[in-house]
């Protein structure tokens, strides 16, 4: 009876080793837009290739909309592994490798074909790579755009912006840029600004075309400004613990999956700025105020002086090779 007892008992374990082998991998990828951006269509595209390229072996679950967390806390939450993959802004790196803080810095890139440039160049994959000691592994650099400015008043020039109270991420690059013209910068979360702009406790805010029109902001400003005065692309990142902890085919065919759907994101971004744009005057609920070159000049003029302010943290050299990528 003992014997049987005993052998009973060995076939439960096994069973249990077998169920939890045959468990597939859960992969929480959590971020904090809706899934009709570019980073809602990306991660939603990861999760369909990963899923399809191994079946049975990883689930995905996609978590938008600040669901899961803000993204201020969404690196420790990676850190602490409790989600596996995430999307911040670039701002939020900010902390975990100062030299980040180039993407920050206002009237840097000419346009998205720079970014682009200067991303995928050694300078730029090598950023992508520099928080592996903090136990962050880059997957890849996700477009959103250029941002603008939605205000309640209209704005041509800096003087028409002083005083006034802008929403921004944390960072310290952006504050900067704000005193620079005079606002007054407050850091909040993403998922509060609609309710801090539709209650007028702030002024306004700035983003791509794509986030003003999914979050509906245009619906609560009079006003966008077509300034394309900065950057807001993402960081696609995720755990060193678990990204190294997986299977080498796993991780392989997983990578490959974030690569593709890095570059689907890209192309909707590419496209649906102008969309966006053009869907936000349509609307007719706001008027899109197009500057001139010589008020443009004015802000430029303004917020350059930033770039000098943080020039030791982020290093001239990388700063000079930003600058260059503007450059054919």
Excluded: C
């Excluded at 592996?132 to 003087?159: E, F």
């Excluded at 900067?176 to 600004?193: C, D, G, R, T």
Aim: hydrophobic letters at 40%; charged letters at 25%; zero cysteines.
């Amino acid at each position: 009876m003992k014997g049987l007892t005993t052998l009973l008992m060995l076939m439960a374990s096994m069973l249990t080793v077998v169920s939890a082998e045959a468990r597939p991998i859960e992969i929480k990828f959590s971020h904090v837009v809706a899934e009709n951006t570019p980073k809602g269509q990306m991660a939603l595209k990861f999760k369909e290739l990963a899923e399809q390229r191994l079946p049975g072996k990883v689930e995905v679950k996609i978590y938008p909309n600040s669901q899961l967390y803000t993204d201020s806390a969404v690196l420790q939450a990676l850190q602490l592994g409790d989600v596996e993959i995430a999307a911040p802004a670039l701002s939020k790196f900010q902390k975990y490798n100062s030299q980040l803080q180039v993407f920050d810095l206002p009237f840097l890139f000419d346009d998205m074909a720079a970014v682009d440039r200067f991303q995928k160049s050694p300078e730029g994959q090598k950023l992508l790579n520099s928080m592996t000691s903090k136990m962050l592994v880059g997957l890849g650099y996700l477009h959103n755009g250029m941002k603008q400015l939605s205000s309640n008043d209209p704005i041509r020039v800096p003087a028409d912006i002083a005083g006034k109270k802008f929403r921004i991420m944390t960072s310290d690059v952006l504050q900067a840029q704000y005193e620079a013209v005079h606002a007054i910068p407050l850091k909040k979360p993403f998922s509060e600004v609609f309710t801090l702009l539709q209650t007028r406790a702030i002024d306004g805010q700035e983003s791509p075309w794509s986030n003003t029109y999914a979050s509906k902001f245009f619906e609560v400003q009079d006003y966008v400004t077509e300034t394309n005065h900065g950057l807001l692309d993402y960081l696609v990142v995720t755990s060193a613990e678990f990204w190294y902890g997986l299977p080498d085919d796993v991780r392989d065919t997983l990578k490959k999956s974030m690569e593709e759907a890095i570059t689907y994101g890209n192309q909707i971004a590419a496209t649906q700025s102008q969309e966006d744009r053009q869907r936000i005057i349509d609307s007719g609920k706001t008027k899109v105020i197009e500057i001139t070159a010589e008020e443009r000049q004015q802000w430029v003029n303004a917020m350059k002086p930033v770039w000098k302010m943080f020039e030791d943290e982020i290093g001239a050299d990388l700063i000079d090779a930003a600058i260059q990528s503007n450059e054919l």
